[in-house]
């Protein structure tokens, strides 16, 4: 034992003393005509033949560009790198053949004979950094995926200019390497190592082990789908950001290192992890393993994403302690890569606002040089912080846009300031060093039009027309324009799209534990953000020209997920009548009220499970297509049932955070669990005495946990009509949720009453 540790500290020595920097970087995948020309084949199904793909590498003023024109008899995409052909593709489609991606519906028809343009378009951007992804979108959305769903999204972010992407996925296999080196056996590791719908946390220091252990295939397959994503976001140009060592240590740590200074935090109410103490000198040291062990993996293109604080608020604020924490932390980066960028989020500056003041920023930011350090304005459509901290003093800084919390599915965003904003604090003398926009959501696949409005700004250094962009962009997403649909949009926007109120948009009662409560708070917020009528209005709009629109995908989507926000906002008023019933002690009336309210639920089922974009049974066959064995498929099924219900344990705090308004949701959780509700309120009803909250609370509790363990399929492909659906719909319970006179028939009247 004791030559095992004299060999081991003899290993940290040389270790901390430096190492030799292999740069596996753009060199071994270099953005090249080939990877462009690639893309182009794929996004118009083949067609690459009619484009001449140009890469002259120079930029315009320092500023990336991009340009399209005709030549020879083809269409001449031309750009500095693959990222702005890519972006000159779009452009292109998009101008002259009404062609229209989002991830929730597409126009991809090409006219048969391409169109050539009259004249050159050029475009620069004004933004050096376009930055994209959070840490949570890699568990919300992408714990599944695979490399063919991920070359859809690296061709999504090329088509919109993005040229920073996070990069996470494969990490635990650099964990896992340096802690052997470190002397942990796999034994060790088991408790730490989180499931695979919760790696992003366990990254960030948040939590261990939960819903785990880990299988090593997991690992080994997503080391290898790492190095598949980072080659094809780095062939067309693209900068990706790896993560770097923050102090998170496995729970075995103080026993290996007895001498070592270890806090301990907790998140939410998850056990605590152990988080080594910046201020040890075996944090540099492990710090130096883990970049040397990513660049050996996985290369680098020298930026580092890396957050001290997160959720977690500094033991003192002693601005030396704050000062000298960044100073390791980066240290810790530079001594391996002497060209390190540490890339910030600004989360914790307005997360844990009321200690962050002006001396706290400046102490944890003036370690770093300023050209070695970007912070990420998390949430500046909502809550900006650099105008409060003097544009992080003088550090290049990212205005972004957060706008979802754990993919949840509702019409929700601030789309004028998406459209201002950001052009706004380029063009403000105050903004300092602004170097860029980015997209930091923490789930993706929702509400299409606010993350198009905000790709409006990356080739441009003004404030966006909302007006224009909507024209543009419904005759593109519907293939025609529509005066009716127009307006129905201008009423969405200035609405549904305009909240000022809650974090993400308010929750439906129908997707919270059961209770009377008209708003039960928390992560089941119900206050509405909008004047409801305002999307009544623009939802018998959007009915009254369906013959319209049959063929359109991207009409088809909008429709069912403005129907599903009129039935998720109905539910509450439902929910209120089983209140009144249940106050009034009327059986009846309790039972009739009762069973609209489940009737909706189902009923809103029917209605998701016409799209693709919401049904449970796809979450659930791709959690367990990437197992190998029937264990691993299990465990993978447990994970993305448990993120998307409690969360966490039966008493977590978080419990319906990552909530989906989706098909299977509806007829296999919410429904049943609301079911049992109403009997256990029924029962005591008939004993005339009040039904016991918190009995049911943990009944619930109960069954919730059970459910986690199930595996009943539901449907992975869509069922049904969505437009036959929607009029279903609009004729059985427009009368009640608009209020109109009970001669109203859809057939004959809506397009008048409209």
């Keep these: 034992m004791i030559r095992k540790i004299a060999c081991l500290l003899a290993f940290l020595t040389f270790i901390s003393c430096g190492v030799t920097v292999r740069t596996a970087s753009k060199a071994e995948a270099p953005q090249d005509v080939d990877a462009a020309v690639a ?10 033949g009619e484009f001449t793909v140009k890469i002259t590498p120079e930029q315009i003023d320092g500023k990336d560009w991009f340009a399209y024109y005709a030549k020879d008899g083809k269409v001449v995409l031309e750009g500095n790198n693959g990222v702005s052909v890519a972006s000159a593709l779009n452009s292109y489609l998009k101008t002259h053949c009404g062609w229209h991606l989002t991830w929730c519906g597409k126009q991809d028809k090409l006219p048969q004979v391409l169109p050539l343009p009259q004249e050159k378009v050029m475009r620069t951007s004004p933004y050096k950094y376009r ?18 769903r991920w070359q859809k999204e690296i061709d999504f972010m090329a088509l919109n200019g993005i040229n920073m992407p996070l990069a996470l996925t494969g990490q635990n296999s650099v964990w896992q390497r340096v802690y052997r080196k470190l002397g942990f056996t796999d034994e060790d590791l088991a408790g730490f190592f989180s499931g695979p719908a919760y790696f992003n946390w366990f990254w960030m220091g948040n939590l261990d082990g939960w819903c785990g252990p880990l299988p090593q295939s997991f690992m080994d397959d997503h080391e290898q789908l790492q190095k598949q994503i980072l080659s094809a976001e780095r062939s067309l140009g693209m ?11 496995p729970p075995s740590f103080k026993e290996k290192f007895p001498q070592a200074k270890v ?25 130096k393993m883990f970049i040397q062990e990513q660049i050996d993996l996985y290369g680098t293109d020298h930026y580092y ?40 989020q600004g989360w914790l500056f307005y997360h844990e606002r009321d200690y962050w003041g002006d001396k706290e920023i400046k102490a944890l930011l003036g370690a770093v040089p300023d050209d070695r350090m970007i912070i990420l304005d998390l949430w500046s459509e909502r809550h900006p912080v650099w105008n409060r901290t003097n544009a992080y003093y003088g550090k290049p800084w990212i205005w972004c846009m957060l706008h979802n919390f754990g993919q949840n599915i509702n019409m929700s965003g601030n789309v004028t300031s998406i459209a201002n904003d950001p052009a706004n604090a380029l063009n403000d003398p105050a ?13 993706i696949e929702q509400n299409p039009m606010v993350y198009a409005l905000m790709l409006e700004n990356v080739w441009r250094d003004q404030p966006v027309d909302k007006d224009e962009f909507l024209r543009s962009y419904l005759t593109q997403r519907y293939g025609s324009f529509n005066e009716t649909a127009f307006k129905a949009w201008q009423i969405i926007m200035a609405s549904a799209y305009e909240n000022t109120v809650n974090n993400g948009g ?20 119900t206050k509405a953000h909008y004047d409801k009528e305002e999307l009544k209005k623009a939802w018998q709009m959007l009915v009254s020209c369906h013959e319209d629109f049959v063929h359109s995908d991207g009409y088809r989507y909008d429709l069912v997920d403005v129907t599903r926000q009129v039935l998720a906002d109905y539910a509450s008023v439902l929910q209120q009548k089983v209140a009144k019933a249940y106050e009034a002690g009327d059986i009846e009336a309790f039972r009739k009220a009762a069973d609209d309210f489940l009737g909706l639920i189902d009923d809103m089922d029917s209605l998701l499970g016409t799209r693709n974009e919401f049904l449970l049974g796809r979450w659930l066959k791709d959690a367990r297509a990437i197992g190998h064995t029937q264990q691993e498929k299990d465990l993978y099924e447990r994970n993305a049932r448990n993120l998307i219900t409690l969360w966490g344990n039966k008493d977590c705090r978080i419990r319906d955070y990552a909530c989906r308004q989706w098909n299977g949701m509806m007829s296999g959780f919410y429904h049943p669990r609301w079911e049992r509700f109403f009997t256990f309120v029924e029962a005591a009803m008939q004993k005339g005495c009040s039904y016991d909250e918190e009995m049911f609370i943990s009944e619930s509790k109960d069954w919730e946990w059970e459910w986690l363990s199930g595996h009943e399929e539901y449907p992975s492909e869509p069922v049904g009509d969505e437009i036959q659906e929607c009029l279903k719909i609009w004729n059985k319970y427009s009368k009640d949720i608009l209020h109109l006179e009970d001669d109203f028939e859809y057939e004959a009247d809506v397009e008048a009453y409209v």
């Design 39 to 48: 893309l182009v084949e794929r996004v118009t199904g083949g067609r690459q």
């Design 131 to 148: 930055y994209y992804l959070n840490y949570c979108t890699f568990n919300y959305t992408m714990s599944w995926w695979d490399f063919d």
């Design 239 to 249: 900068t990706p950001i790896l993560p770097a060592f923050t102090g998170h240590v």
């Design 263 to 287: 806090r301990t935090t907790e998140w939410v109410n998850f056990p605590e992890v152990s988080i080594l103490d910046p201020s040890e000198e075996l944090f540099t040291t492990i710090g």
């Design 305 to 344: 994403s890396a957050d001290t604080f997160n959720e977690n608020t500094p033991p003192t604020h002693d601005p030396k302690y704050l000062n000298d924490i960044s100073a390791k932390v980066f240290s810790s980066m530079q001594d391996v890569d002497p060209e390190a960028v540490w890339v910030m």
């Design 431 to 443: 903004s300092g060093n602004m170097s860029g926009i980015g997209l930091t959501m923490e789930g």
């Design 506 to 525: 308010q929750e439906s009662i129908l997707t919270g534990r059961p209770s009377f409560k008209e708003n039960p708070g928390g992560t089941t917020n």
